[in-house]
């Protein structure tokens, strides 16, 4: 059609001639010269007037496959002949003796023809020619919607139901977008996704090195007032923020969450996803074994635990020498000590490494821990809420020799080594943590770690693939990393460093990524500013805060709240007084953030029994306490729209100045970072170290380890020690009842009231409600 455009004649009106049928082109010629107004004739090798209709014809397009068909006595004088054949003749004059021939017989065709295509050198150029065209015009168009840096996303289109169904109704009722093309969306390369099936894959630490000079994006950390044991919709608002970030406002954005323990999944919370119409998906995959981190996290830790009674069992039982042979066994007649024995040598003075060459006081020195029982902080773990667990006797086979004595164990998500995992910014930072774990101090007050064990590398290898983070995504299609779950109350409750990092390099210096600190901001948020921003190097740009009127209606007086037992009426009916009150607490813990130099903006979460009037109060309180923005959410019901004014209100935050800083430095005694934390985040008057506390910061400091940061074990459902005083009590004297170190993370957690590192079951748990369809293989019931 080009070529016969390039003629200048007209082709409407004009009798036209095509010989050949093919869907190549014979047809597509048909149908193009109709549309352009000519009267059309179709023809084949079989026509039994072909040299009639040609005859006829104003324009004549070959197709038939069949050297040299047409004649060029058959063609009208002045004809347009277009010969789109390809066929090879003998030729002896050529070297492959053949050439090429089109259709039509050139030579003398081109003498009644007014314009015709040579063969070769006439449709075969312009084809070029017209793809080359085309390749550039696809490029202007893609160039004309193109901003730099911008990801190509599908999002995904709800479909909102009222009333809003279950969670995990909504979830199934998603079809998740194949997880390869969400990595593929978002820049990720596939020798950097490893996938575990359709709809979660792990992603390698090597696209931190290849994005290394991309300016990192905007960093938002989500938090909240001080809770109900109901949660106050933290995971759902963070879903909702980079929904309506992603899908509606179209920003680079990811959110990066904490893997959740099955012992609340199974236990009294449920799970973690979200909720309503701000899910990770698929919940039921996100909620339980996900890739399996948390096991391989329940295995290294009780791997420490085995190797320390084994440790001190072997020592109690055999001789120094006895004990050096079994350690540095002759292998063929040699000796040789492994990698981390020359460590633990190098740590000892002893500049050897010939096994043979240690004096006996070298060898006693090297095979004897000497471990004090007494001092044993490593304990055992397991993710599933066990109470019966929390103080047992270990040791009481036979087998042991009489070797017994107390223990417990602690649910997973508080090891040290899922610290480690969260904290860590790659392999070998986290390899090096855990070998600085220490497990207890020997009987003359020694430090012994993990790396004296000899456990160190084994550690390593059994976390090899937890530490790459998780990918998956929300309803509305946008990325999320899921890596690490350490609890607030009892660690530091927050999600992985790593994930954060290669988030904010992938989304790129506008995009925004959002992450969740678990609890109230006096325990998560405060853990995120002074140990994972002390650690990782980053810097937030926004804090969001989500209040709800349930919570502040709570905090003001009204009755207790409990899981599984109906809101009694003061929660349900509209009472102004309460939740004026209840601002006390709202009020509180935004000075907490704003102590941290950071502008905040509060969401907030409205449930369906909240009125207009309630939440109208709580927008005015935050802005009056010196909130940059406080705005109403309807995400849970709406998704990503029901959060657009707060990521409006997020978006401009991020442009206001932001003069992060630390609460406290380091450097300061042990006492003092406690009492700066109970002081000017909880409100109190001042610390009370009872004697066992006292011992720990004397040994802790002389040990080495005084300069570590602070993370408080407290209870989440005040700011002080006591989960009944509600609202912003003050003048209260915070207790600490003991101190340990977890020195691979990197802090020290003073145990404030008589928290438990082992939750418990309650009367009805969630399971109750957990089933499985035998026929499809669903997950039935609410998470």
């Given at each position: 059609?080009?070529?016969?455009?390039?003629?200048?004649?007209?082709?409407?009106?004009?009798?036209?001639?095509?010989?050949?049928?093919?869907?190549?082109?014979?047809?597509?010629?048909?149908?193009?010269?109709?549309?352009?107004?000519?009267?059309?004739?179709?023809?084949?090798?079989?026509?039994?007037?072909?040299?009639?209709?040609?005859?006829?014809?104003?324009i004549?397009?070959?197709?038939?496959?069949?050297?040299?068909?047409?004649?060029?006595?058959?063609?009208?004088?002045?004809?347009?002949?277009?010969?789109?054949?390809?066929?090879?003749?003998?030729?002896?004059?050529?070297?492959?003796?053949?050439?090429?021939?089109?259709?039509?017989?050139y030579?003398?065709?081109?003498?009644?023809?007014?314009?015709?295509?040579?063969?070769?050198?006439?449709?075969?150029?312009?084809?070029?020619?017209?793809?080359?065209?085309?390749?550039?015009?696809?490029?202007?168009?893609?160039l004309?919607?193109?901003?730099?840096?911008?990801?190509t996303?599908?999002?995904?289109?709800?479909?909102?139901?009222?009333?809003?169904?279950?969670?995990?109704?909504?979830?199934?009722?998603?079809?998740?977008?194949?997880?390869?093309?969400?990595?593929?969306?978002?820049?990720?390369?596939?020798?950097?996704?490893?996938?575990?099936?359709?709809?979660?894959?792990?992603?390698?630490?090597?696209?931190?090195?290849?994005?290394?000079?991309?300016?990192?994006?905007?960093?938002?950390?989500?938090?909240?007032?001080?809770?109900?044991?109901?949660?106050?919709?933290?995971?759902?608002?963070?879903?909702?923020?980079?929904?309506?970030?992603?899908?509606?406002?179209?920003?680079?954005?990811?959110?990066?969450?904490?893997?959740?323990?099955?012992?609340?999944?199974?236990?009294?919370?449920?799970?973690?996803?979200?909720?309503?119409?701000c899910?990770?998906?698929?919940?039921e995959?996100?909620?339980?074994?996900?890739?399996?981190?948390?096991?391989?996290?329940?295995?290294?830790?009780?791997?420490?635990?085995?190797?320390?009674?084994?440790?001190?069992?072997?020592?109690?039982?055999?001789?120094?020498?006895?004990?050096?042979?079994?350690?540095?066994?002759?292998?063929?007649?040699?000796?040789?000590?492994?990698?981390?024995?020359?460590?633990?040598?190098q740590?000892?003075?002893?500049?050897?490494?010939?096994?043979?060459?240690?004096?006996?006081?070298?060898?006693?020195?090297?095979?004897?821990?000497?471990?004090?029982?007494?001092?044993?902080?490593?304990?055992?773990?397991?993710?599933?809420?066990?109470?019966?667990?929390?103080?047992?006797?270990?040791?009481?086979?036979?087998?042991?020799?009489?070797?017994?004595?107390?223990?417990?164990?602690?649910?997973?998500?508080?090891?040290?080594?899922?610290?480690?995992?969260?904290?860590?910014?790659?392999?070998?930072?986290m390899?090096?943590?855990?070998?600085?774990?220490?497990?207890?101090?020997s009987?003359?007050?020694?430090?012994?770690?993990?790396?004296?064990?000899?456990?160190?590398?084994?550690?390593?290898?059994?976390?090899?693939?937890?530490?790459?983070?998780?990918?998956?995504?929300?309803?509305e299609?946008?990325?999320?990393?899921?890596?690490?779950?350490?609890?607030a109350?009892?660690?530091?409750?927050?999600?992985?460093?790593?994930?954060?990092?290669?988030?904010?390099?992938?989304?790129?210096?506008?995009?925004?990524?959002?992450?969740?600190?678990?609890?109230?901001?006096?325990?998560?948020?405060?853990?995120?500013?002074?140990?994972?921003?002390?650690?990782?190097?980053?810097?937030?740009?926004?804090?969001?805060?989500?209040?709800?009127?349930?919570?502040?209606?709570?905090?003001?007086?009204?009755?207790?709240?409990?899981?599984?037992?109906p809101?009694?009426?003061?929660?349900?009916?509209?009472?102004?007084?309460?939740?004026?009150?209840?601002?006390?607490?709202?009020?509180?813990?935004?000075?907490?953030?704003?102590?941290?130099?950071v502008?905040?903006?509060?969401?907030?979460?409205?449930?369906?029994?909240?009125?207009?009037?309630?939440?109208?109060?709580?927008?005015?309180?935050?802005?009056?306490?010196?909130?940059?923005?406080?705005?109403?959410c309807?995400?849970?019901?709406?998704?990503?729209?029901?959060a657009?004014?707060?990521?409006?209100?997020?978006?401009?935050?991020?442009?206001?100045?932001?003069?992060?800083?630390?609460?406290?430095?380091?450097?300061?005694?042990?006492?003092?970072?406690?009492?700066?934390?109970?002081?000017?985040?909880?409100?109190?008057?001042?610390?009370?170290?009872?004697?066992?506390?006292?011992?720990?910061?004397?040994?802790?400091?002389?040990?080495?380890?005084?300069?570590?940061?602070?993370?408080m074990?407290?209870?989440?459902?005040?700011?002080?020690?006591?989960?009944?005083?509600?609202?912003?009590?003050?003048?209260f004297?915070?207790?600490?009842?003991?101190?340990?170190?977890?020195?691979?993370?990197?802090?020290?957690?003073?145990?404030?009231?008589?928290?438990?590192?082992?939750?418990?079951?309650?009367?009805?748990?969630?399971?109750y409600?957990?089933?499985?369809?035998?026929?499809?293989?669903?997950?039935n019931?609410?998470?």
């Amino acid at each position: 059609m080009e070529l016969i455009r390039q003629t200048g004649v007209q082709v409407a009106g004009k009798r036209a001639v095509v010989i050949g049928r093919s869907k190549i082109v014979g047809a597509p010629m048909h149908d193009l010269l109709l549309w352009n107004n000519a009267t059309v004739t179709t023809c084949h090798s079989k026509t039994s007037t072909l040299a009639e209709e040609v005859g006829k014809a104003d324009i004549l397009v070959v197709a038939a496959g069949r050297a040299e068909m047409v004649k060029g006595e058959w063609i009208k004088p002045g004809a347009i002949v277009i010969d789109c054949g390809i066929n090879h003749v003998p030729d002896s004059t050529k070297a492959s003796g053949k050439r090429v021939v089109g259709d039509v017989a050139y030579s003398s065709a081109k003498e009644k023809a007014s314009f015709i295509t040579p063969v070769p050198g006439g449709v075969g150029p312009m084809t070029v020619a017209m793809l080359m065209q085309s390749t550039v015009e696809s490029a202007q168009r893609f160039l004309e919607k193109f901003q730099p840096g911008k990801w190509t996303i599908q999002y995904n289109q709800l479909t909102l139901k009222m009333p809003v169904p279950s969670d995990i109704e909504i979830s199934q009722s998603c079809i998740p977008k194949p997880i390869d093309q969400v990595a593929k969306e978002v820049g990720l390369f596939p020798d950097e996704v490893e996938l575990y099936g359709q709809t979660k894959a792990k992603i390698q630490l090597s696209v931190l090195k290849r994005l290394q000079n991309q300016p990192d994006g905007k960093y938002v950390v989500v938090t909240g007032i001080t809770p109900t044991p109901l949660g106050e919709g933290k995971s759902t608002t963070t879903v909702g923020l980079v929904q309506a970030l992603g899908a509606h406002l179209r920003q680079n954005v990811f959110a990066c969450v904490r893997q959740p323990s099955q012992g609340p999944t199974f236990g009294i919370k449920g799970g973690a996803a979200g909720g309503g119409y701000c899910q990770v998906v698929p919940m039921e995959e996100f909620n339980l074994h996900l890739t399996g981190d948390i096991h391989a996290i329940t295995a290294a830790n009780n791997l420490v635990a085995a190797a320390i009674d084994a440790r001190i069992f072997h020592e109690l039982t055999q001789s120094d020498q006895a004990l050096y042979n079994r350690l540095v066994p002759s292998v063929n007649g040699v000796r040789k000590f492994s990698d981390i024995q020359i460590r633990r040598l190098q740590k000892l003075g002893i500049n050897k490494t010939d096994p043979m060459a240690l004096t006996k006081e070298e060898v006693n020195a090297f095979v004897r821990l000497d471990i004090d029982p007494g001092t044993i902080t490593w304990q055992r773990v397991l993710d599933t809420n066990d109470r019966f667990l929390r103080k047992i006797t270990i040791g009481q086979s036979v087998t042991e020799k009489g070797f017994t004595r107390t223990a417990q164990f602690d649910i997973t998500v508080s090891s040290e080594i899922m610290a480690v995992l969260a904290l860590a910014d790659g392999l070998d930072d986290m390899k090096k943590r855990f070998g600085r774990m220490v497990v207890a101090s020997s009987k003359k007050g020694i430090p012994v770690t993990a790396d004296d064990l000899g456990v160190t590398g084994a550690l390593a290898v059994l976390m090899k693939d937890a530490v790459k983070p998780n990918l998956m995504q929300t309803l509305e299609g946008t990325p999320v990393f899921v890596h690490a779950g350490p609890f607030a109350n009892i660690a530091h409750g927050n999600s992985s460093v790593l994930a954060d990092k290669i988030a904010l390099k992938l989304v790129g210096k506008d995009g925004f990524v959002v992450t969740e600190a678990g609890f109230g901001a006096d325990i998560g948020m405060e853990k995120f500013f002074n140990i994972k921003c002390r650690y990782s190097g980053l810097r937030p740009h926004v804090v969001v805060l989500v209040a709800t009127v349930r919570a502040l209606k709570m905090h003001g007086g009204g009755p207790a709240v409990t899981a599984g037992v109906p809101l009694p009426k003061e929660y349900t009916e509209e009472n102004l007084q309460l939740v004026a009150k209840g601002c006390s607490n709202l009020t509180k813990q935004i000075q907490n953030a704003r102590m941290f130099g950071v502008p905040v903006v509060v969401a907030v979460n409205a449930f369906k029994t909240d009125t207009k009037a309630e939440l109208a109060l709580v927008v005015q309180h935050a802005k009056e306490a010196g909130a940059f923005d406080a705005v109403e959410c309807t995400h849970w019901a709406e998704g990503g729209k029901g959060a657009l004014a707060l990521a409006r209100a997020v978006q401009r935050a991020s442009q206001a100045p932001s003069n992060f800083k630390f609460l406290y430095n380091v450097e300061l005694p042990v006492v003092d970072k406690i009492r700066l934390i109970a002081q000017q985040v909880y409100g109190a008057r001042d610390i009370e170290l009872l004697p066992e506390a006292q011992e720990k910061v004397a040994l802790y400091t002389k040990q080495g380890f005084g300069n570590l940061p602070i993370c408080m074990a407290k209870t989440h459902l005040s700011l002080s020690h006591d989960p009944e005083q509600k609202g912003a009590p003050t003048g209260f004297v915070l207790p600490i009842r003991d101190i340990r170190a977890s020195v691979g993370a990197g802090f020290l957690y003073p145990l404030v009231g008589t928290m438990s590192t082992m939750p418990g079951l309650p009367t009805r748990p969630c399971f109750y409600d957990i089933d499985l369809d035998p026929v499809s293989g669903a997950v039935n019931g609410l998470f």
